[in-house]
C-alpha cells in the first residue's frame, strides 16, 4: 500500500534550527512534495524533490533520499509565523499526490 | 503565481439542505481540479478528480450522490453537498493542476451544517 509518515508534532525555539522528517511508500513515484498549512488556511507550497539531494530556498530546505524514502525539511532562523502543520505528500506514478497527516510546529520564544 | 478562488470561504446551513461551493483558477485553464476534505487536526482526505467535461472520479467511501462534483469548465469546478448533516461539517479545499506535477490550492471553505 502507500502511506506517508511524519511525526505528529515537534517543538522549537525561535532562532533555532528544526528538521521535519518523513518517510513515504507510493506506487511508482513522482516527487516528494513539502507543504505549509496555517490553522483553518489551505496548504501552501513550500518545495519539490525528484532527484536526490538537497534543495535549498531561503531559510527553507528540502532533501530526498529516493533509495531509502526518506525526506526532511529543514527550516532554520526559526520565526514565531513559522507556528504550522507541515505536510509531506508523495506523488505517485499516476500523479496523485498521497497526504501524511502533517507535523504539527510549535515554536517557542 | 496561480490563484485559485472558492466561494463561499465559510458556510452555515440547516440540515437537510444542499450547499454549493464553487472553486475557479482565476489565471489559468486547469486541466484537472480535486476537491479535498480536511477534518481538525488530519491531513487532507481527497474526495475525487474532476477532468473538464467528463464525470469525476471518487475515492472509494465517497458518496457520489451525495457529494455532487460538476466541471463545467476548465476554470470552474462546484461541489454540492447535498441533504446535508452535521457529520458533513468539515474543511472543504479544492485545487487545480496543470499539466502534471503543481497543484495550486483554494483558500478552503468552512461548512458547518447545524
Known amino acids: 500500500g502507500q502511506n506517508i509518515d511524519q511525526p505528529t508534532e515537534m517543538t522549537a525555539t525561535e532562532g533555532a534550527i528544526v528538521q521535519i522528517n518523513c518517510t513515504y511508500q507510493?506506487?511508482?513515484?513522482?516527487?516528494l512534495f513539502w507543504y505549509q498549512q496555517h490553522a483553518g488556511e489551505a496548504p501552501t507550497f513550500l518545495s519539490y524533490?525528484?532527484l536526490d539531494g538537497l534543495e535549498e530556498k531561503g531559510r527553507f530546505s528540502s532533501f530526498l533520499s529516493r533509495s531509502k524514502g526518506y525526506s526532511y525539511l529543514l527550516l532554520k532562523e526559526l520565526q514565531m509565523k513559522d507556528s504550522a502543520s507541515y505536510l509531506c505528500?508523495?506523488?505517485?506514478?499516476?500523479?496523485?499526490?498521497?497526504w501524511g497527516a502533517g507535523t504539527k510546529l510549535i515554536i517557542k520564544p | 503565481g496561480a490563484v485559485v478562488s472558492q466561494h463561499p470561504s465559510r458556510v452555515i446551513c440547516k440540515s437537510g439542505t444542499s450547499v454549493k461551493i464553487e472553486c475557479r483558477s482565476l489565471?489559468?485553464?486547469?486541466?484537472?481540479m480535486f476537491w479535498y476534505r480536511q477534518f481538525p487536526k488530519k491531513s487532507l482526505m481527497l474526495m475525487a478528480t474532476?477532468?473538464?467535461?467528463?464525470?469525476?472520479?471518487?475515492e472509494q467511501g465517497v458518496e457520489k450522490d451525495k457529494f455532487l462534483i460538476n466541471h463545467a469548465s476548465l476554470t470552474l469546478s462546484t461541489l454540492t453537498v447535498t441533504s446535508a448533516h452535521p457529520e458533513d461539517s468539515s474543511f472543504y479545499i479544492c485545487?487545480?493542476?496543470?499539466?502534471?506535477?503543481?497543484?495550486?490550492f483554494g483558500p478552503g471553505t468552512r461548512l458547518t451544517v447545524t
Open positions: 507510493t506506487s511508482g513515484f513522482n516527487g
Open positions: 485545487s487545480a493542476r496543470v499539466g502534471d506535477l503543481e497543484q495550486y
Open positions: 505528500a508523495g506523488m505517485d506514478s499516476n500523479y496523485q499526490l498521497i
Open positions: 474532476s477532468n473538464e467535461g467528463s464525470k469525476a472520479t471518487y
Open positions: 524533490n525528484v
Open positions: 489565471d489559468f485553464q486547469a486541466t484537472t
